[in-house]
């Protein structure tokens, strides 16, 4: 079966898309519908705290089917509608309500998406690169189309416009094929086999410390720049840089998996990691170092997030691949997000930006450790 290259890249174009609107410009709404900091630290935690169940629930209903994108096309739809519900109240328990509710749906739609793409892919998982960049500018589109929006109108706006967004996603689910994993080929043993591996347990620690340290940024970021005098559309420009370095790196992904381990480039991620938090937090206020610090998110998320797709292949095979990606999903993007959004929330007012940034920076450097210690050590996985 050919690979569907347009179609599988037109879903990842729709979903980052919407997260463009949503990543740098939520934050803003919520403050300008008059939510204080710790409020939005807790409404940002129950976006992600719903990726601890939705992603593993949906995992093992799509590996007992097989149909993993007649699942996305039902959560894709059910997230524009209850998304919908933001645009009849505006006070606190509502908008809680009516986040847990969405996010259940939206938060189930990715991780069954990456495995139905290695699906595609088969025995090519490295090719992954190649499809997502077009997420990245997917991003790149809407950041930069949506900051110049609101310097012009008004962000009352940003909920219609999320909204379509999520209406043009699925659709293009709704065009995407499905693919069969073929399952006589798996010999990566049961399930409680492979989750009761210590590599894999390390694994799973480092990515949640790296979702911890970015909690402030994908939750404060965009205030944080603001509070330095950055308009909408200059915060755009720095959001968009990060995701087009990261479009580079997803270019240039294939051949640097053929030179460098997945192990060395997880090593590099994380290092880098550390300096880039540092560069926020003590560099805000010149734009040279903001624009470095936003270069590196190619080796924060671009490096990091490609690693883990090559790795959860090989631990989960094609069997158990939707389950893999729903428990990554959770103990990455859900418990780390969910903390990294609170303490962020819950430390703002108090210490400031920059020390929150600077905590950042400390918990990535015990993910360097955990890493250098525990993942990827016995081979390179013969992905070249």
Same mark, same amino acid.
């Given at each position: 079966?050919?690979?569907?290259?347009?179609?599988?890249?037109?879903?990842?174009? @729709?979903?980052?898309?919407?997260?463009?609107?949503?990543?740098? =410009?939520?934050? !803003?709404?919520?403050?300008?519908?008059?939510?204080?900091?710790?409020?939005?630290?807790?409404?940002?935690?129950? !976006?992600?705290?719903?990726?601890?169940?939705?992603?593993?629930?949906?995992?093992?209903?799509? *590996?007992?089917?097989?149909?993993?994108?007649?699942?996305?096309?039902? /959560?894709?739809?059910?997230?524009?509608? @209850?998304?919908?519900?933001?645009?009849?109240?505006?006070?606190?328990?509502?908008?809680?309500?009516?986040?847990?509710?969405?996010?259940?749906?939206?938060?189930?739609?990715?991780?069954?998406?990456?495995?139905?793409?290695?699906?595609? !892919?088969?025995?090519?998982? #490295?090719?992954?690169?190649?499809?997502?960049?077009?997420?990245?500018?997917?991003?790149?589109? $809407?950041?930069?189309?949506?900051?110049?929006?609101?310097?012009?109108?008004?962000?009352?706006?940003?909920?219609?416009?999320?909204?379509?967004?999520?209406?043009?996603?699925?659709?293009?689910?709704?065009?995407?094929?499905? $693919?069969?994993?073929?399952?006589?080929?798996?010999? +990566?043993?049961?399930?409680?086999?492979?989750?009761?591996?210590?590599?894999?347990?390390?694994?799973?620690?480092?990515?949640? %410390? !790296?979702?911890? $340290?970015?909690?402030?940024?994908?939750?404060?970021?965009?205030?944080?720049?603001?509070?330095?005098?950055?308009?909408?559309?200059?915060?755009?420009?720095?959001?968009?840089?990060?995701?087009?370095?990261?479009?580079?790196?997803?270019?240039?992904?294939?051949?640097?998996?053929?030179?460098?381990?997945?192990?060395?480039?997880?090593?590099?991620?994380?290092?880098?990691?550390?300096?880039?938090?540092?560069?926020?937090?003590?560099?805000?206020?010149?734009?040279?170092? +903001?624009?470095?610090?936003?270069?590196?998110?190619?080796? +924060?998320?671009?490096?990091?997030?490609?690693?883990?797709?090559?790795?959860?292949?090989?631990? =989960?095979?094609?069997?158990? #691949?939707?389950?893999? #990606?729903?428990?990554?999903?959770?103990?990455?993007?859900?418990?780390?997000?969910?903390?990294?959004?609170?303490?962020?929330?819950?430390?703002? *007012?108090?210490?400031?930006?920059?020390?929150?940034?600077?905590?950042?920076?400390?918990? @990535?450097?015990?993910? %360097?450790?955990? /890493?250098?210690?525990?993942?990827?050590?016995?081979?390179?996985?013969?992905?070249?």
């Amino acid at each position: 079966m050919s690979v569907p290259y347009w179609r599988l890249s037109g879903f990842y174009f @729709c979903y980052f898309a919407t997260l463009g609107a949503f990543l740098p =410009f939520w934050s !803003l709404y919520l403050k300008q519908v008059g939510f204080a900091a710790t409020e939005i630290g807790e409404l940002t935690a129950f !976006l992600v705290a719903t990726k601890i169940i939705a992603p593993n629930y949906w995992g093992w209903l799509a *590996d007992k089917t097989g149909r993993n994108l007649r699942l996305i096309r039902i /959560t894709s739809l059910l997230s524009v509608l @209850c998304f919908a519900g933001f645009l009849y109240r505006s006070d606190y328990l509502w908008f809680a309500a009516v986040t847990v509710v969405f996010s259940f749906f939206w938060n189930a739609t990715l991780p069954q998406f990456e495995a139905a793409t290695l699906f595609h !892919l088969q025995s090519e998982p #490295q090719r992954y690169s190649q499809i997502r960049l077009w997420g990245s500018i997917g991003f790149i589109a $809407a950041v930069l189309g949506i900051g110049r929006f609101l310097d012009q109108f008004s962000i009352a706006y940003l909920p219609w416009i999320i909204g379509s967004l999520m209406l043009l996603n699925w659709l293009m689910a709704l065009v995407t094929p499905e $693919a069969q994993p073929r399952l006589i080929h798996s010999n +990566t043993g049961g399930i409680w086999q492979i989750l009761t591996k210590p590599e894999l347990l390390a694994f799973l620690l480092v990515y949640m %410390l !790296l979702q911890v $340290a970015h909690g402030p940024y994908y939750v404060f970021y965009s205030v944080y720049l603001k509070q330095h005098g950055y308009s909408a559309t200059e915060t755009g420009l720095l959001w968009a840089s990060g995701v087009a370095a990261e479009v580079l790196l997803f270019m240039a992904m294939r051949q640097l998996l053929k030179w460098l381990s997945p192990r060395t480039l997880l090593l590099i991620a994380v290092s880098l990691s550390v300096v880039r938090w540092l560069l926020i937090a003590e560099g805000v206020d010149s734009l040279v170092l +903001t624009i470095s610090a936003q270069v590196l998110h190619a080796a +924060t998320f671009g490096v990091a997030h490609v690693v883990a797709m090559q790795l959860l292949y090989q631990y =989960f095979g094609e069997r158990h #691949q939707s389950k893999g #990606q729903a428990l990554y999903s959770s103990i990455s993007f859900g418990l780390g997000g969910m903390i990294g959004s609170l303490y962020s929330g819950y430390f703002w *007012d108090m210490l400031g930006g920059r020390l929150v940034y600077i905590i950042a920076a400390l918990v @990535c450097c015990v993910a %360097l450790l955990i /890493t250098y210690i525990g993942v990827a050590r016995q081979s390179r996985l013969g992905l070249s």
